[in-house]
């Protein structure tokens, strides 16, 4: 086979360039200028890694290290400290190549079981809602039937008798007597599974994915379901005397303010700011990085919210902080609820928790299978008819633009003004909506954002 072309770089920026131009190109090596073995290498499917290039002091020619896959938590800054330590390695004697191999040889009797644990505590890729919904699934269905077997003799067959013995669960609503066959979960169990292996490939820990190809276990439809609004009178207006003081606010927090139930059930006293100005703000911290360390955010995709109140959300947040507020969440847990000798699942209201008063209200008002995470689609399409444009409307959903500029220079435009006011034409027709004076259709204001 030829040899691939070999380039040069010495700077951050020039492999940004890089990395953006090599889907689609042959792959191609780049030497680093200023770190001795230093090679970045790009593939034609666009993902790039990073390879140290050295020969021991024994002289058995040259190794090639795999040190991992280029990406904003491995910059050039990362690869460089640690070509320069493995460098030093080398120096005292050491062969890393050697090593790393010696380490697969020690993986031989790892079992599935921690294999798994070893994917939620070292793949910091994961988010941390996103390891909670693995780990419950791994718990409950996968280490039962494959926990103990060796990793390399987990078989294709084995994943499927897992999603064939989910799907002969039925599940019925305690609340409306409805029977689920629970394909979804076993959905969720097979990519949870999947998962696991891809990360294992890739770390060296597993030969291949016994999951590939096992097609999905039942056809999820895009959900399109938006609440009208006789539905969100019903659920604003009838649930004074149904449900805790709490889980009212939060409920009607969510309509206003098109945020997600987790959101705003763990809501924290320090995250509002100026209840008593005319600019009212809840910011909702993302992911940090502090000295290498991620420290995650409360946010689904990691980045930091920032959600102008309306008057009418200000209000709610200002009753709840007076109401329920302990010095650290908006909604504390309710330990009055909680079993002698036990602790909350959370420090606050549970999600889930909304979730079930949701449930309850369908059926108490037979409304038909309106949930808060519709009033998000809610919230959006009605902007939208009133002309507000797609980034305002991303913005309040907090939704990741995916285009090369937002990406990588207007990220930090928040048209805070353009929010507020949108946010706030949508709290006043809810108010319409409340108080009967508006039909589901009926544009309160004409927006132009």
Known sequence: MPRASTNNFSTDGELVSIAKAAKGNPRTEWRDTTTRGLVFITQPTGSCYWYLFYVPKTGEGLRKLKLGEYSREFSLKKAREIAVAKRADVDQGADPVVAAKAAKAR???????????????????????????????????AYPRIGDKLVDDVTREDIIGICQAIEKRVKVDKDTKERHKPTSQSDHTRLTISAVFTWAVEEGLAKSNPALGIKKRGEKLARDREPTADEIKALWNGIEDRLSEAVRCIIRLSILTGQRRTEVAGARVSEIHGLDTDAPTWVIP??????GKLIEGRTKNGLTQIVPLSVQAAKLFREAMEKCANGEFVFPADTGRVKAGKKPRLPHVHGESVTMAMRRLRVDF???????????????????????????????????????????????????????????????HVTLIVRGKAAGGDKVVQLRA
């Open 366 to 428: 037979e409304l038909d299978d309106v949930s808060i995470h519709d009033m998000r689609r809610g919230v959006s399409n009605w902007l939208k008819n009133e002309g507000v444009s797609r980034d305002v409307r991303d913005l309040i959903l907090n939704h990741k633009d995916q285009s090369v500029t937002e990406k990588s220079y207007t990220q930090n435009a928040r048209m805070e003004k353009q929010v507020r006011a949108a946010l706030q034409a949508w709290a006043d």
């Open 286 to 291: 993302g992911d940090v990085n502090k000295r």
């Open 107 to 141: 993986i031989h009797g790892l079992r599935f079981r921690g294999l798994a644990e070893r994917f939620l505590a070292e793949n910091h890729r994961l988010s941390a809602s996103t390891r909670k919904v693995y780990e419950y699934a791994l718990k409950k269905d």
